[in-house]
């Protein structure tokens, strides 16, 4: 086995675990906020996140050395939309939808990427792009009109945060694009501007009281698999791939066995709509992400 093939079989190894991973938080969200407010589950998630960032940045060959103030001022805004903004939104869905609704909808947030790519970096959409974003926003249509007209507890406000919280990570994720530093240190600028802000704001909104154990231990896997551990592998995924299109396709795996882990563990009967939903959403990126492979 040559060298190349190696370290895309281990690529292959960090990517298929981060997707694992990926695919279980929606139920530890979901748990966590049974017993925690979203301001108080999402401040012990980032004091968790940026703890375990700060070890593996301690250990790394990354530093924070020679790190321009415009380069700071990007990722202190950063940090601004997320972790901070971006969860707080997110979970605030969380709270208020099943748990397969407010992860599908924010799943459609690779499409408002392209979107936003094409309005602040000036990147031309191929001509599948439109048919493809028309495909997803279709298989949002199906989602919200499936949970409204169900018996699970929905309603407009937290499907409109859901998809909200995909335009935030679509800007986060542009910013990124701007920025030339180390994936490492960026985060790790990240999530210290969003632990400050985060507790200052927790300190100002709400008491921290009515802490339960299921609470915390959700909170801390939460930090560890969906921002911190699983992070670091997706980027060591990155790091050994040839190729990032040889492991990219792996989060598509995602939206799916999250469905299944919400069955086996929330208990939440799985609507056909989201399903069916699910599946235009990632049709239509799949289209898009294929249509402007030539630019990547």
């Not at 060959?61 to 415009?70: D, Q, T």
């Not at 202190?76 to 939808?97: D, H, K, M, Q, V």
């Amino acid at each position: 086995m040559t060298n190349s093939a190696n370290s895309d079989k281990k690529a292959t190894m960090f990517a298929l675990t981060a997707t694992f991973f990926w695919s279980t938080v929606a139920s530890a969200f979901k748990i966590g906020l049974e017993s925690l407010s979203p301001t108080l589950f999402l401040c012990l998630v980032i004091i968790i996140a940026w703890v375990t960032l700060s070890v593996a940045l301690y250990f790394s060959s990354s530093n924070l050395k020679n790190i321009s103030a415009k380069q700071y001022k990007m990722s202190i805004f950063g940090g601004f939309l997320n972790p901070f903004l971006y969860y707080l939104i997110l979970f605030t869905a969380y709270e208020r939808l099943p748990a397969q609704i407010a992860q599908s909808l924010n799943y459609t947030w690779p499409i408002v990427l392209v979107l936003f790519s094409a309005l602040f970096l000036g990147q031309k959409l191929k001509p599948m792009s439109l048919p493809g974003m028309g495909l997803s926003f279709f298989g949002v249509v199906i989602i919200s009109y499936g949970g409204m007209n169900s018996e699970l507890q929905t309603d407009f406000l937290g499907m409109g945060l859901a998809i909200g919280s995909s335009l935030i990570w679509a800007g986060y994720w542009i910013i990124n694009k701007k920025s030339t530093l180390s994936p490492l240190p960026q985060i790790w600028i990240n999530f210290s501007t969003g632990t400050l802000l985060i507790i200052l704001y927790t300190l100002f909104t709400e008491p921290i009281s009515g802490l339960s154990l299921t609470g915390i231990l959700a909170a801390t896997y939460s930090g560890l698999f969906e921002m911190a551990i699983t992070f670091i592998l997706w980027l060591k995924a990155l790091q050994l791939a040839s190729k990032s299109e040889k492991i990219s396709h792996y989060i598509f795996l995602s939206p799916f066995l999250s469905l299944i882990f919400i069955y086996l563990i929330l208990k939440e009967p799985i609507l056909a709509t989201t399903i069916w939903g699910l599946l235009f959403i990632v049709a239509g990126i799949v289209i898009v992400e294929y249509s402007n492979a030539s630019k990547k």
